[in-house]
């Protein structure tokens, strides 16, 4: 790979040079069926699971053959196949995802191990805290191994943390922490063996402290310049590979003559399969394809609705969608600060506990962005997860895991994540600026999430049984003023609502109102006090993807748009709405599109001041500017 990257034939490379050993043993060690998530210098991960040089290859070229279709580098994918789930750039969001797939092996009675690793510079991390703090409450048996060497980037240990040994972490957590020469193959090799066989009979997490060096860059463009050189000599003595041929030419299981053909043999074979690779044709670029696999295929389900609806109010028809779909999928598991035997900050999971049982309804430790990467482990080892964020506003402490883990992992490589996020949101009962803003904004930008924003009970149920039931990853807002104020028919079966489907509140010829979430109460209030004006009102009820067509009909068909939206006015949701109808309907309109929304400010407490940063201040006036144009 260096003679390629220096004939400028490939454009990257992360060398593992000088810690072979420790991927190399650790993965011998575990069994084929257990996952590893390695990082971008653990080749041997690769290599002792036989996957075959031509697809890796195909891989770091960007070929179709490789595991991403050339839409993601180096390690940066996953293959069930060999149960290898690869990281992402953040390095330490794959420490979560370990808890969850081990999290899904307890559940299931499977007695394995996890194995994921780390370096020691993202042992600063706030993932790495979160992963280790939940596996050690939930006895996970999950292997964490720190390839401690010496340097993240050109950040020598000294600047990274100020411990003695980073196994010293493990006491904090309330873990086992061992330290091991990470050059001595056999070592690393019966360390890990051991450990993983005891955490298959008692199931719990350890932290191993494997220490090595790099003889190497980070990569190799980042050169070795701020490396003292008498570290390379001393860790030259200690190169793995030479270690372990002076030790097999010594215990007489290798001869000296052996090793050229050896070398021989593996030389050609490499050449080989490399320029097999090279050989292959490019990817062809089609937009339709890559559009359709950011999206995992969904078929919405059949069902019968129940011909005697009761009436339910909008958080009991919350919590029966998910008590149904918990009785439907015997594999869903819901996590939450204090979801289980309290009931959640809302009770929506009140009495789910003693149906369901602490195994399936877990309390989860303050730490989103750990839960969130367990909750897609959970989905990458066979299970459902729905993971409530206490708040909407709380979502930005598991960003990262949403927006680059959860929302492109089916587009990188085809791995589904059947993953919602409940996200109770909205103002209008003075809870001020940390637990009232609506910020779906934020999610329905990136592709690969799915999100919905119900107004009414049965929407509501319809709604989040639909999200649990798709393989892809949703976000579902629930507005909290709604919980009790809102009341309405709900099925008592099985209930699906198409996700990606608006619905028409009130047909109207005068100008519509295109809304969603408590938005469409006020335009129903608006309308019921103009009786005089044809109104029409549109519930997009999903916001990605959202009913185009729905919109532009009515659109179409009143010539007139006003665009209503609880979320502040600049970079919302509806200017999105506006900017397709712009440029759709411009022929069809008799007015500009106007949009209501809320103030550029943050939320304040205080209830008149709340009101007047509401959109609902300004729905009248905004209205009748759209009417006298």
């Not at 992402?88 to 081990?102: E, F």
């Not at 070592?187 to 997490?205: C, D, K």
């Not at 939450?336 to 602490?358: L, P």
């Not at 990136?446 to 892809?472: C, E, Q, R, S």
Request: hydrophobic letters at 40%; aromatic letters at 10%; a negative charge.
């Amino acid at each position: 790979m260096l003679i390629l990257l220096r004939q400028g034939r490939i454009g990257k490379w992360f060398s593992g040079i000088g810690q072979e050993a420790i991927a190399i043993g650790s993965t011998l060690a575990m069994n084929s069926d257990e996952y590893i998530l390695p990082m971008h210098r653990n080749l041997g991960v690769f290599t002792a699971r036989d996957i075959p040089l031509s697809r890796l290859m195909a891989q770091w070229q960007g070929k179709a053959s490789g595991f991403t279709k050339g839409r993601d580098r180096s390690f940066h994918f996953g293959t069930q196949e060999y149960k290898i789930i690869g990281m992402i750039s953040h390095l330490g969001p794959q420490l979560a995802l370990a808890d969850g797939i081990a999290l899904a092996d307890v559940l299931s009675k499977r007695k394995k191990a996890t194995l994921v690793f780390t370096g020691e510079g993202a042992t600063s991390e706030g993932d790495f805290h979160e992963a280790l703090n939940i596996a050690a409450v939930w006895n996970l048996p999950v292997i964490f191994l720190i390839e401690n060497n010496g340097y993240g980037l050109s950040t020598p240990v000294s600047e990274q943390y100020n411990c003695k040994y980073l196994l010293d972490k493990a006491i904090g957590y309330g873990m086992e922490g061992r330290r091991i020469d990470g050059n001595n193959l056999l070592e690393v090799y019966h360390t890990v063996s051991e450990l993983a066989g005891s955490m298959r009979e008692n199931p719990r997490p350890v932290l191993l402290e494997c220490m090595t060096f790099r003889m190497r860059g980070h990569e190799e463009a980042s050169g070795t310049k701020y490396v003292p050189q008498h570290l390379f000599d001393t860790w030259k003595e200690k190169d793995p590979i030479r270690n372990f041929e002076k030790y097999l030419l010594n215990e007489n299981v290798l001869r000296p003559e052996w090793i050229p053909e050896m070398k021989k043999e593996f030389f050609t074979q490499i050449e080989s399969e490399i320029e097999r690779v090279f050989n292959e044709p490019d990817i062809i670029p089609d937009v339709e394809t890559e559009v359709k696999d950011m999206y995992k295929p969904y078929n919405f389900p059949t069902f019968q609705p129940s011909s005697l609806p009761t009436t339910k109010r909008y958080i009991d028809a919350i919590s029966d969608g998910l008590r149904q779909s918990m009785r439907k999928h015997d594999n869903l598991v819901i996590m939450g600060q204090d979801i289980a035997e309290y009931g959640g900050a809302f009770k929506i999971t009140q009495g789910f506990v003693e149906e369901f049982g602490r195994g399936r309804v877990r309390n989860t430790p303050i730490c989103e962005s750990g839960v969130v990467g367990a909750a897609m482990g959970l989905a990458i080892n066979g299970y459902k997860a729905v993971m409530e964020m206490q708040f909407a506003d709380f979502a930005t402490v598991g960003f990262n895991q949403i927006i680059n883990n959860l929302a492109k992992t089916h587009y990188r490589w085809e791995q589904g994540v059947d993953v919602v996020i409940r996200m109770p949101a909205g103002a209008g009962t003075g809870a001020g600026p940390f637990h009232s803003q609506s910020n779906e904004a934020w999610f329905t930008k990136t592709p690969g999430l799915k999100v919905v924003y119900p107004a009414f009970p049965a929407d509501a149920k319809g709604l989040l049984m639909a999200a649990i039931d798709d393989p892809n990853p949703v976000m579902y807002f629930e507005h909290k003023y709604l919980y009790r104020s809102n009341s309405g028919e709900v099925p008592d079966g099985d209930y699906y609502i198409e996700i990606g489907k608006a619905k028409v509140i009130r047909e109207g010829r005068s100008a519509s109102i295109i809304t969603y979430g408590l938005g469409v109460h006020w335009a129903i209030e608006y309308a019921a006090k103009h009786p005089d004006l044809s109104v029409e009102i549109i519930d997009l009820r999903s916001l990605q993807p959202w009913d185009k067509e729905a919109v532009e009909k009515s659109a179409k068909k009143t010539g007139r748009v006003l665009i209503l939206q609880e979320d502040t006015l600049t970079s919302g949701f509806g200017g999105e709405i506006a900017a397709h109808l712009a440029e759709h309907c411009f022929k069809y309109l008799d007015a500009p599109i106007v949009r209501c929304a809320s103030l550029d400010t943050a939320i304040p407490m205080n209830k008149a001041l709340e009101e007047q940063f509401l959109a609902k201040a300004r729905l009248e006036e905004t209205m009748q500017k759209l009417l006298n144009y």
